[in-house]
């Protein structure tokens, strides 16, 4: 079981990924614990929905310890109900590029406008092909979590 999550993040510029999607979903997440060091969330993505704890770990930039498992939808709305205030909403589109998968949200309701992309590598220095429509790397900067992005800190 993989528990290591590296990941990069980029404002993105235009709407032209979605030409190259894959797929979508709408995702609603919502946080049962959110502080510096970790978080515990719940999210529902289509008819699945999950409970995931993420914490930083020691002398890394880009990786976090994460632990996922998948729950019963109707569990996860009810642990939403119990949730940290602030909801996430968002739509998240996939994107092969070049041996990567990119996952493009875009976000609703308080953060209306805000669209980022996510790589998972499999390590800190694997070197990747950036599409044309992404922006500032915004990888490490706690503005952007979407813990953050929810209100909670």
Not at 107 to 129: K, P, Q, R, S, Y
Not at 132 to 139: R, Y
């Amino acid at each position: 079981m993989k528990n290591t999550e590296i990941e990069r993040k980029f404002l993105v510029l235009s709407d032209s990924y979605k030409a190259l999607a894959a797929s979508h979903s709408e995702i609603i997440q919502a946080y049962l614990i959110c502080d510096e060091e970790r978080s515990l969330r719940v999210r529902i993505r289509g008819e699945q929905a999950f409970i995931t704890f993420k914490a930083n770990l020691k002398d890394a930039a880009m990786a976090r310890f994460e632990w996922e498992h998948g729950i019963p939808a109707e569990e996860a709305r009810t642990l939403i109900g119990h949730a940290l205030p602030g909801i996430i909403e968002k739509t998240r589109y996939l994107i092969e590029y070049e041996g990567h998968t990119w996952e493009v949200d875009e976000f609703h309701g308080n953060n209306e406008g805000l669209v980022l992309a996510e790589i998972e590598l499999d390590d800190e220095n694997e070197t990747f092909a950036k599409p044309s429509w992404l922006g500032k790397e915004v990888t490490g900067d706690p503005a952007y979590l979407n813990c953050n992005l929810a209100g909670n800190l």
